[in-house]
């Protein structure tokens, strides 16, 4: 069997640790969790948890334009297909919609 590398134990411990905050688990058990399982300290322990709340950070940021053009194309995809539908109201509301957004875009 192969010795684990550095960077494959950490990627480990941050899986674990990303599960523990998936869990809700409070401070005081991750520390004791962490301590148990690598030996860690607080430092480290808090330096870990920094870690993974970052990755979370960062594969759920969506940009504000890129938000505001998915919401947009939805729009006007729903007018579009209420208009063939002949749901003129629901086609208006959608147009109003895209009107408020694109002044949030300052179009």
């Not at 010795?3 to 520390?31: G, M, N």
């Not at 969790?33 to 709340?53: G, I, Y």
């Not at 208009?83 to 009107?99: I, M, N, P, S």
Request: with cysteine.
């Amino acid at each position: 069997m192969s010795k684990k590398t550095p960077e494959s134990i950490r990627k480990d411990q941050l899986r674990v640790a990303k599960q523990w905050l998936d869990l809700s688990w409070p401070r005081h058990r991750i520390y004791e969790s962490a301590a148990q399982a690598w030996e860690f300290d607080h430092v480290q322990t808090d330096a870990l948890v920094a870690e993974a709340r970052s990755e979370y950070k960062s594969s759920m940021s969506v940009e504000r334009t890129e938000f505001l053009a998915q919401q947009m194309t939805r729009l006007e995809a729903l007018a579009a297909k209420a208009q063939e539908d002949g749901q003129l109201g629901v086609a208006l509301g959608c147009y109003k919609e895209l009107h408020l957004l694109s002044n949030l875009t300052g179009k």
